[in-house]
């Protein structure tokens, strides 16, 4: 059975206008761009900034040639999260957040520990600096094993908990979540966890809970969050760190000074300030998931249910040679994610992108 717009547009009871509203957004949203390459590879949101953060981009152009200042933003976050503003480090995009979490916690003696495959920028960082990775096979499910995790954590500068994991798309949920933290803090009373949030705002999954609660009560507790996701904004390269004040203290001292740019500033002010533009966002990705996610099924092909704006999805075969394949059709799908080299993540994009994307790599597949 064919995936089309309107299976998409009927999961979000938007009516018979919306395939054309939808193309049109998809359209003006290419930009620059002169090719014509479906882009499911980068877990970008395919929409964009919202218009009211586009507006504020234009008006702020004039005041480029000044310094940027951050503490409206910084304010706005500390609200949007009901924590206060000493509490809010802002860095450029989520990978400067762990990158100086690496530089701060991580050492030749003190390893990172992390899942294996998981998001890959703070090993990359720990790596770079020459300061040992433990990588954690991942469970049967595709979810993190906390279990083997907290048994490594003993003698490690650093724990990276990515949730949802990506690839995998997977969700430790609120209780597994809080007794993790606390045997690892009680077995490695050293040693600082970095819980990765960037699809926190996708999350609709009861149970979830974020770990801004316990980066507050525990100075070895750091979340990393973006705005690249749901507000659209990963070519502005915003991000930013919830923890106490003193733990901030410590790794902002790697940070770079005015990172982030008064044009990413004021986007990110109006898109945290327009609230029904993320939700109408969040309803079109679940859409798009739900409606990827029945495709898959219908064909027999085995996946992880994700919480987040992408799927993972075990194609059987080495999955370098199928983005190849996938690619001379004009369809761009998720690099390898080692050790799952048969395993392929597919961004959500928008229902035009996902019609003829998944038309492709169900031609491929055959």
Not at 61 to 89: F, H, K
Not at 141 to 154: E, F, K, S, Y
Request: glycine share 10%.
């Amino acid at each position: 059975m064919p995936l089309s717009r309107r299976d998409f547009c009927h999961l979000l009871g938007a009516g018979a206008a919306a395939p054309a509203v939808l193309s049109r957004v998809g359209e003006a949203n290419r930009g620059w761009r002169t090719d014509s390459l479906i882009r499911l590879d980068s877990n970008e949101n395919p929409y964009g900034p919202s218009p009211a953060a586009r507006a504020a981009m234009g008006a702020v152009l004039p005041e480029a040639g000044r310094y940027p200042g951050s503490q409206p933003l910084v304010t706005a976050i500390a609200r949007e999260n009901g924590v206060a503003e000493a509490n809010v480090l802002l860095t450029v995009g989520a990978t400067e957040g762990l990158g100086i979490c690496a530089r701060t916690c991580t050492g030749p003696a003190a390893p990172l520990v992390t899942g294996a495959p998981s998001y890959g920028a703070i090993a990359t960082a720990s790596e770079a600096l020459g300061h040992p990775v433990i990588r954690v096979p991942l469970r049967g499910d595709g979810g993190l094993d906390l279990d083997l995790m907290a048994r490594q954590a003993p003698g490690a500068g650093l724990v990276y908990l990515c949730n949802p994991n990506n690839p995998t798309g997977t969700l430790v949920l609120g209780p597994d979540l809080r007794r993790f933290i606390a045997r690892v803090e009680a077995t490695a009373p050293a040693t600082t966890i970095v819980v990765g949030e960037a699809y926190h705002e996708y999350i609709e999954t009861p149970g979830y809970e974020s770990a801004v609660a316990e980066a507050l009560r525990s100075p070895r507790v750091i979340v990393n969050r973006t705005f690249s996701k749901l507000y659209g904004l990963a070519g502005l390269r915003l991000g930013y760190l919830i923890a106490q004040e003193e733990t901030l203290r410590r790794v902002a001292a790697q940070r770079v000074p005015l990172g982030a740019s008064v044009v990413a500033i004021a986007a990110a002010l109006a898109a945290l300030a327009d609230a029904p533009e993320r939700e109408r966002q969040r309803r079109l990705n679940t859409a798009g998931r739900k409606a990827t996610e029945r495709f898959c099924a219908e064909r027999g092909w085995r996946f992880h249910v994700a919480h987040a704006n992408y799927l993972f999805l075990d194609v059987g075969r080495d999955v370098t040679g199928l983005r190849a394949a996938c690619q001379e059709q004009g369809l761009l799908i998720g690099r390898p994610y080692p050790p799952a080299v048969t395993w392929a993540r597919i961004t959500i994009g928008t229902p035009d992108e996902m019609e003829r994307g998944l038309a492709i790599l169900a031609r491929v597949l055959q």
